[in-house]
């Protein structure tokens, strides 16, 4: 069944279009965002893929769904003391000068999405868009004509078939927009429903000037059959997110670093359709995909049955970001460990519990994979803090932390086997008359 042309302009029946689509099985969620993209576009020139509204919207479905408590006086006074004390140990071991705290110490699971949702959306936009120009680039590229499913007949004019493909590649855009924000959603949900602060992530949401916050609500639940005194729980949870906003606040670059990379990612993405075709043909032969069944082909599809593999570009782009989200992880286990491991009577059982839950039960690690197919494992992590606690012993503290002055300093995953073999290969000599 086509849906044809309109009658005077030669040109596709959009809403034929997206009834086609519907028949042919597609997720009336994705139909309606790529509905909702086109009108957009037409009306306000607007080529946004993921929008904040759309971010927000399904992040607070999820929110609610679990329940929100409210922020209460008693929370503030607890938080900032914990606060307190978590900056007054960090200033004997870190040369980032700590930001004042807020007299709002404490935030509720939406104040953290309210605040960091734009960055997501920064973040996540450059995947989506190379995502979508892939998807478009195989639609209007193609020499062949559609299939005759999308089409009024099979007697359709050149000029047609150019239009709608025109139209097809717009809606894939759509698509891929609304796939890309429905996942991203769900897992900065996810996320808000388990940090236990505002920094917890281990990535640079948040505005430099920003102070540091907790999550009372996710703080309980985190401890829920810890065993341990609260007030442990409290402080230690408050050195990982003070040591993460201070570092956070003073290394500029570092934002840009981590969306660099994800661009990368995205620009390098592309479809071999002569290769997805083989895979499919040889699903069906082998019968990992019915054809009658829509459901398993998106098994297949999720499954990563169709996945393209990867450029070069791509692999060093998620090396870099693999890095430094393990460096900045490593860093954090590092420098608390170095102010609390004496003072904090549980403090190995913590900093345990938390690599736990990293490698088994983390909505930030389970984003990463699904949109970027990157896992940052639990070893690379402990390497990662044992190359910083190297670095201080060659450097000193204030050596270490000159580190982030500049990504050129940081280090690679081979680098991380012998730090002061990196450090001398980054290191300008004082005298330099033996280069010339």
Same mark, same amino acid.
């Given at each position: 069944?086509?849906?044809?042309?309109?009658?005077?302009?030669?040109?596709?029946?959009?809403?034929?279009?997206? !009834?086609?689509?519907?028949?042919?099985?597609?997720?009336?969620?994705?139909?309606?965002?790529?509905?909702?993209?086109?009108?957009?576009?037409?009306?306000?020139?607007?080529?946004?893929?993921?929008?904040?509204?759309? $971010?927000?919207?399904?992040? !607070?479905?999820?929110?609610?769904? !679990?329940?929100?408590?409210?922020?209460?006086?008693?929370?503030?006074?607890?938080?900032?003391?914990?606060?307190?004390?978590?900056?007054?140990?960090?200033?004997?071991?870190?040369?980032?000068?700590?930001?004042?705290?807020?007299? *709002?110490?404490?935030?509720?699971?939406?104040?953290?999405?309210?605040?960091?949702?734009?960055?997501?959306?920064?973040?996540?936009?450059?995947?989506?868009?190379?995502?979508?120009?892939?998807?478009?680039?195989?639609?209007?590229?193609?020499?062949?004509?559609?299939?005759?499913?999308?089409?009024?007949?099979?007697?359709?004019?050149?000029?047609?078939?150019?239009?709608?493909?025109?139209?097809?590649?717009?809606?894939?855009?759509?698509?891929?927009?609304?796939?890309?924000?429905?996942?991203?959603?769900?897992?900065?949900?996810?996320?808000?429903?388990?940090?236990?602060?505002?920094?917890?992530?281990?990535?640079?949401?948040?505005?430099?000037?920003?102070?540091? @916050?907790?999550?009372?609500?996710?703080?309980?639940?985190?401890?829920?059959?810890?065993?341990?005194?609260?007030? *442990?729980?409290?402080?230690?949870?408050?050195? /990982?997110?003070?040591?993460?906003?201070? $570092?956070?606040?003073?290394?500029?670059?570092?934002?840009?670093?981590?969306?660099?990379?994800?661009?990368?990612?995205?620009?390098?993405?592309?479809?071999?359709?002569?290769?997805?075709?083989? @895979?499919?043909?040889?699903?069906?032969?082998?019968?990992?995909?019915?054809?009658?069944?829509?459901?398993?082909?998106?098994?297949? +599809?999720?499954?990563?049955?169709?996945?393209?593999?990867?450029?070069?570009?791509?692999?060093?782009? $998620?090396?870099?970001?693999?890095?430094?989200?393990?460096?900045?992880?490593?860093?954090? &286990? @590092?420098?608390?460990?170095? +102010?609390?491991?004496?003072?904090?009577?549980?403090?190995?059982?913590?900093?345990?519990?938390?690599?736990?839950? /990293?490698?088994?039960?983390?909505?930030?690690?389970?984003?990463?994979?699904?949109?970027?197919?990157?896992? +940052?494992? =639990?070893?690379?992590?402990?390497?990662?803090?044992?190359?910083?606690?190297?670095? !201080?012993?060659?450097?000193?503290? &204030?050596? /270490?932390?000159?580190?982030?002055?500049?990504?050129?300093?940081?280090?690679? =995953?081979?680098? $991380?086997?012998?730090?002061?073999?990196?450090?001398?290969?980054?290191?300008?000599?004082?005298?330099?008359?033996?280069?010339?």
């Amino acid at each position: 069944m086509g849906f044809g042309f309109l009658p005077n302009e030669g040109q596709p029946d959009f809403e034929a279009l997206l !009834k086609q689509f519907s028949e042919m099985g597609v997720d009336s969620n994705a139909i309606a965002g790529a509905k909702s993209f086109i009108e957009n576009m037409q009306s306000t020139g607007e080529q946004t893929l993921i929008t904040v509204a759309s $971010l927000r919207d399904i992040a !607070k479905k999820i929110i609610t769904a !679990k329940g929100e408590l409210p922020v209460g006086v008693t929370d503030q006074e607890t938080l900032s003391g914990y606060l307190e004390i978590a900056n007054t140990w960090l200033d004997t071991e870190i040369v980032f000068p700590a930001s004042t705290i807020s007299p *709002q110490s404490a935030w509720a699971k939406k104040d953290w999405l309210d605040s960091t949702v734009s960055s997501w959306q920064t973040l996540f936009e450059p995947l989506a868009t190379g995502m979508a120009d892939a998807l478009s680039t195989v639609v209007s590229s193609s020499t062949s004509q559609l299939p005759i499913e999308f089409m009024a007949g099979d007697n359709t004019t050149p000029a047609q078939q150019e239009a709608m493909k025109a139209m097809v590649a717009r809606l894939l855009r759509g698509f891929m927009g609304t796939l890309i924000a429905t996942q991203l959603g769900q897992g900065i949900g996810l996320l808000a429903n388990s940090i236990t602060s505002s920094n917890d992530v281990a990535i640079p949401l948040l505005k430099a000037d920003e102070s540091a @916050h907790l999550i009372p609500q996710n703080i309980t639940e985190w401890s829920d059959g810890l065993g341990i005194d609260p007030e *442990q729980i409290g402080i230690y949870l408050a050195l /990982r997110e003070t040591a993460a906003a201070r $570092l956070f606040a003073n290394t500029p670059w570092l934002s840009g670093y981590i969306q660099d990379a994800i661009t990368a990612y995205g620009k390098g993405i592309t479809i071999d359709v002569e290769s997805i075709t083989r @895979h499919a043909e040889e699903a069906i032969a082998n019968g990992e995909i019915d054809i009658n069944n829509p459901s398993a082909i998106n098994i297949a +599809v999720n499954s990563g049955l169709f996945t393209p593999q990867q450029t070069p570009v791509q692999e060093l782009a $998620l090396t870099k970001l693999e890095m430094a989200l393990a460096l900045i992880e490593g860093w954090i &286990d @590092h420098v608390i460990s170095q +102010v609390a491991s004496d003072r904090i009577p549980a403090f190995n059982a913590l900093i345990e519990n938390s690599r736990r839950r /990293r490698a088994t039960n983390s909505p930030m690690q389970q984003l990463f994979a699904n949109l970027l197919a990157l896992e +940052v494992s =639990p070893r690379k992590m402990r390497e990662a803090s044992a190359f910083w606690s190297e670095v !201080k012993q060659l450097r000193g503290a &204030d050596g /270490r932390d000159k580190c982030w002055d500049d990504p050129a300093f940081l280090p690679m =995953p081979d680098d $991380l086997k012998d730090a002061k073999a990196f450090l001398d290969s980054v290191t300008v000599p004082d005298d330099l008359s033996g280069l010339i």
